[in-house]
């Protein structure tokens, strides 16, 4: 993962929980600044709305959390709540607090400021204020520029998350066939349910052992025979249907991440609206089973509250034409990827048996992150042309290797994200709603200041570097498209094509329809598609594989309605 992209995904989790991997000072606090701001905003906010105190508000957000979240939020409100006491005086803002709390601090000339300073108000350590180093002396006091994950009731959750985000392999799964029969961590949220996890030749997409007479190889629900023929339901429904399944190779676009807006508007702050984030967390902040490739279903009644919009998928539609294509759906994205990591991600993720399979659809969309890094010389540390061929064609070496014959792969265009600053500039981002004080420009320049900016080249007020860093993401691009015009006869066991980038497409159908752009884009980080946006993503890039390369998807199987009618649900998705 893009290191930069890492810091500022795990630090909004960290807003939440109070906990984190990696974050720790890049510019004036970095990542663990931003963390104090946004917490201590809630925290000061819902003061304000319960007429209460900063200890009783962040007690208050404790008693929000799951079981599991409430103790260590606890621990860390033992420590916090007695420093603040002391320390917090009438006006402050939550910059000033963290500033005083020494989690934030100014360097390099430059003073970071999440919420407006009043009149006259001033960013110092309390150290700076003999009052407040008397009124401190009898408490253990955070060091100057101590990360998050330093202070007591934190290590707890910082040492979960480590774990969660630092492999991108199922938890579970006795077979090393990639599938699993559990939900998150990388399991069936990510890659088809496992329907016999101690049998690696049973998984989705397996070609039928035996016509699936008596088992069901290949997890599509689809078994049996006849009983006056014999003859086995998945060959006579299945067999002359051209099975295949679809894997998506991408960032965090692919993956759907997604963090609710609820947890960062302080007036919808509850119990509720945290009850999933268990779950949240185990599938590292996204959303795959709801995504534009692999999403498999409509959010359930307790995810309802913090995500919104319908589910629409390539993995959906290809079912819907071809039942027997059930549960075979791949999601090897990695928020933060690009394409120097997919090559050392997708040997140790994808999983297809070259000769036991059936064919694949692979979706190659890395369409953002070899543009977007959060160094403040960031054009400097984009890809280069020859290094997204070199790194590219190594991929596709990979596959060509791997996959079974009758593949398809499409490489995917990269965005021009120039439309997040265009669109979303002068609106309030979440953590302004109380005062509408926070507007996305500030929002964006404020992560800047702090260097842990998922994309200083596009979520900048610079016109220019915005500008510079679409010129690259369009470089680049070109890039994939000289791969498909110079080799795509290279390789025997799938068919290369290129296709832009779809959502240059949604956004300027939306606008056609009349429709504000910010709909189609996550509130709280303001740079990735939101449930809406993928839904719209699936439709467009659907069509388009309809028209332009209709043998990729295969036929319609006549036998759908048989199908359907003779095994339901097939077995379901949980």
Not at 139 to 168: Q, T, V, Y
Not at 292 to 306: D, R
Not at 391 to 405: F, G, H, R, S, V
Request: glycine residues 6%; proline residues 5%; negative net charge.
């Amino acid at each position: 993962m893009a290191d930069s992209t890492r810091k500022f995904q795990y630090c909004f989790f960290i807003l939440v929980i109070f906990s984190i991997q990696g974050c720790h000072s890049d510019s004036n606090g970095g990542s663990t600044c931003a963390t104090c701001d946004v917490l201590m905003g809630l925290v000061e906010q819902t003061a304000v709305i319960h007429n209460e105190t900063l200890v009783n508000s962040l007690e208050r957000i404790c008693n929000y959390f799951p079981d599991q979240f409430k103790k260590p939020c606890k621990l860390f409100l033992d420590f916090i709540g007695p420093i603040l006491i002391e320390i917090v005086e009438e006006n402050d803002t939550p910059d000033v607090i963290c500033h005083k709390l020494g989690l934030c601090y100014t360097e390099k000339g430059r003073q970071c400021n999440l919420f407006p300073l009043k009149i006259n108000q001033r960013l110092y350590h309390y150290t700076e204020d003999p009052r407040l180093v008397k009124k401190v002396k009898h408490l253990h006091m955070p060091r100057l520029g101590a990360g998050i994950c330093d202070l007591p009731g934190i290590k707890e959750i910082c040492d979960w998350i480590n774990l969660i985000f630092s492999d991108h392999e199922p938890a579970v799964d006795l077979d090393g066939d990639k599938h699993s029969p559990y939900e998150t961590l990388r399991g069936y949220s990510w890659r088809g349910k496992d329907c016999d996890d101690e049998r690696r030749n049973i998984h989705p997409g397996a070609r039928p052992i035996d016509g699936d007479r008596e088992i069901d190889s290949n997890c599509n629900g689809i078994k049996g025979h006849t009983p006056a023929s014999n003859v086995p339901y998945e060959n006579m429904f299945c067999e002359s249907s051209q099975p295949r399944g679809i894997a998506v190779l991408g960032d965090s676009i692919s993956a759907h991440f997604h963090l609710p807006r609820e947890w960062f508007n302080s007036t919808e702050l509850s119990v509720a609206n945290f009850e999933p984030l268990p779950y949240i967390a185990e599938n590292e902040l996204d959303w795959p089973e709801l995504s534009y490739g692999t999403g498999f279903m409509n959010a359930t009644e307790e995810l309802s509250k913090v995500i919104h919009g319908h589910t629409d998928s390539l993995y959906l539609r290809l079912w819907q034409r071809n039942r027997c294509n059930f549960r075979d759906y791949q999601n090897i994205a990695v928020n933060g990827a690009r394409a120097s990591s997919m090559v050392d991600t997708i040997e140790k993720s994808l999983f297809r048996n070259r000769t036991g399979d059936y064919p694949l659809i692979v979706i190659y969309a890395l369409v953002g992150n070899d543009v977007c890094n959060g160094h403040p010389d960031t054009i400097a540390h984009m890809t280069t042309p020859d290094e997204m061929k070199k790194y590219a064609t190594m991929t596709l070496q990979y596959l060509e290797k791997n996959i079974p014959a009758g593949s398809f792969v499409f490489f995917t265009g990269l965005a021009d994200g120039r439309v997040l600053y265009d669109n979303l500039k002068n609106r309030i981002h979440p953590i302004g709603s109380l005062r509408n004080d926070v507007t996305y420009s500030h929002f964006y320049d404020y992560f800047n200041c702090l260097e842990i900016s998922p994309c200083t080249g596009w979520m900048n007020t610079n016109e220019t570097l915005r500008d510079l860093t679409t010129k690259r993401a369009v470089e680049l691009s070109a890039a994939l498209q000289e791969i498909v015009n110079t080799s795509a006869g290279n390789y025997k066991n799938f068919k290369l094509y290129y296709n832009e980038n779809p959502i240059n497409k949604v956004i300027n159908e939306w606008k056609t329809a009349g429709k504000p752009v910010y709909e189609l884009l996550e509130p709280v980080d303001g740079f990735h598609a939101n449930q809406r946006g993928n839904a719209e993503v699936a439709r467009v890039v659907w069509e388009e594989l309809l028209q332009k390369w209709p043998e990729s998807v295969g036929k319609e199987n006549p036998f759908n309605e048989e199908i359907k009618q003779m095994f339901g649900d097939q077995g379901g998705y949980r």
